[in-house]
């Protein structure tokens, strides 16, 4: 039986029956290949912790689309999507409403899982950032004035930040150019953990020390009234008034001033001209200066999350602040108040008419 089945195979292959035939169902060939599907787009999330609408907000904004752009993330080039998400927490400030909306956006971030997420200022930091720090969600934070050991970010794997730091060196330095040698400054702000951070160890007057500028006054109030006794007060001691943040201010009855009502308070009010480190107020009336920028702050965030994006661990990163403030100067107050800007430094700001 073996024998014949085995010549019968022979004779087979003898006539050609057991050569190698094409396949009636040839592969597709790479000339008919369907094209790979293309990659699905980056998915960032813009935490914010404020409310559209806001102009740090909106600069900010702007400033981490431009960033993205530049480095080679551009929503209209379809290689990313960005979402905006607001925590509104500057208009809504209970511990109540912290608590859920914390909740809320943790879940929502957990439920659909962005590549990365931009995250601005300490509010939507303690409420997000520091439960999640371990999560295994990439963040680059902007416009943080607390450390971030105090958040619990230096033990996180996970998380890179832009700090939001007053310019006080450069700032003393452009108030010799721009008053003269021995300019007389008011400083005042409120009386927060803000500005302990921003201003403490004596940082404002170490700096002045290293110029020419004389530190005459400097006074941190949450107390309204205070607050424009000594707007009121500074020209007999002072050729300059430099405002910190004012945020917290309240009145006799206890019920807060927003911050914008205090600002054009304070600039409607002053004798003498008013400087402030954020861009902002320089938008209202202040005068300018090397300022702290929206703008920038969201720059420096897209710049740092498209290093990651490209590959770069985020503990190469870190945290940093820019190491210089945007120039900017408004002609309406430098009127108002009289103030000769050289013609070197207005050549190199921003300049606005607000």
């Keep these: 039986m073996f024998r014949s089945r085995l010549l019968a195979c022979l004779l087979l292959i003898g006539m050609g029956a057991c050569s190698t035939q094409p396949n009636p169902n040839p592969p597709p060939t790479p000339a008919n290949t369907p094209a790979a599907a293309p990659a699905a787009p980056i998915r960032i999330l813009r935490l914010d912790s404020y409310h559209d609408g806001y102009m740090w907000s909106t600069e900010i904004h702007r400033g981490v689309v431009d960033g993205l752009k530049d480095h080679g993330y551009a929503v209209d080039g379809q290689n990313i999507t960005l979402e905006d998400r607001y925590l509104d927490t500057k208009r809504n400030t209970s511990p109540e409403y912290f608590a859920r909306i914390g909740a809320e956006t943790i879940a929502y971030i957990r439920a659909t899982k962005p590549d990365l997420v931009i995250v601005s200022d300490d509010n939507a ?169 929206g703008y920038t702050q969201g720059y420096e965030a897209a710049a740092r999350a498209a290093r990651i994006l490209d590959g770069t661990p985020i503990n190469a990163i870190g945290f940093s602040a820019p190491p210089r403030g945007k120039l900017i100067v408004n002609r309406n107050a430098m009127n108002h108040w009289g103030v000769q800007i050289p013609l070197d430094l207005l050549e190199v700001s921003e300049i606005v008419v607000e």
Aim: hydrophobic letters at 45%; charged letters at 20%; aromatic letters at 8%.
């Design 125 to 293: 930091t303690r409420l997000v950032v520091q439960p999640m720090r371990l999560d295994g969600i990439r963040f680059v934070i902007l416009g943080l004035n607390g450390k971030p050991e105090d958040f619990e970010l230096t033990t996180s794997p996970y998380v890179a930040a832009v700090l939001e730091r007053p310019h006080i060196q450069e700032f003393m330095g452009w108030i010799e150019q721009v008053f003269g040698e021995n300019a007389r400054v008011t400083m005042l702000a409120e009386d927060s953990a803000t500005s302990a951070g921003l201003f403490g160890d004596n940082k404002v007057e170490k700096a002045a020390e290293k110029t020419t500028v004389k530190l005459v006054n400097m006074t941190f109030t949450n107390n309204y009234a205070e607050w424009q006794k000594i707007v009121l007060a500074a020209p007999q001691t002072s050729a300059i008034l430099f405002l910190g943040s004012y945020s917290t201010l309240r009145r006799a009855d206890g019920s807060a001033v927003e911050p914008t009502e205090c600002l054009r308070w304070t600039l409607a009010n002053s004798p003498i001209p008013v400087l402030n480190f954020w861009e902002e107020a320089a938008h209202v009336g202040a005068l300018g200066g090397p300022v702290i920028s």
